[in-house]
């Protein structure tokens, strides 16, 4: 390569381009275009901004099923299928949109369930069921 054949952009024009750059992530990061299949059977969308995967594979009670019955919003489809949802929690790396939900909203879920099982008078077998996978499902 022939030094001095790519020009840098003068100082205040790469301030513009850097500018204009993260103008155009945020609008993505921000994008309120329903893009994903949300989980339930009434044919809703979900921003992707606003979209979480729960990995339900290996819990008997916080599925998906149980999450939406209880009223939980904004989950992807499972029926995706993993290699979608794993392609989806890749693509919102890179812009920080939390695929997951972080602590707080992890227990607004299992208090979501726990209400839901109070509702339909679980027994306390299942009740036994949730504190377990309540444990498993907290970061360490």
Known sequence: MIQGSIRRPKPGRQRRLTAIKEQQLSRWRDWHCQTVPAA???????????????????????RVRRLVKAGV??????????????????LMEPTNVRSMPDERGLAEWIESVARSLDQDGSPARTWGTLYDEARKASPQ
């Open 40 to 62: 339930g059977d009434n044919g809703d969308w979900v921003t992707f901004r606003n979209a979480r995967i729960w990995p339900e594979q290996g819990y008997k009670l916080l």
């Open 73 to 90: 919003r904004n989950l992807a489809d499972p029926g995706l299928g993993l290699q979608r949802l794993e392609r989806l929690r890749k």
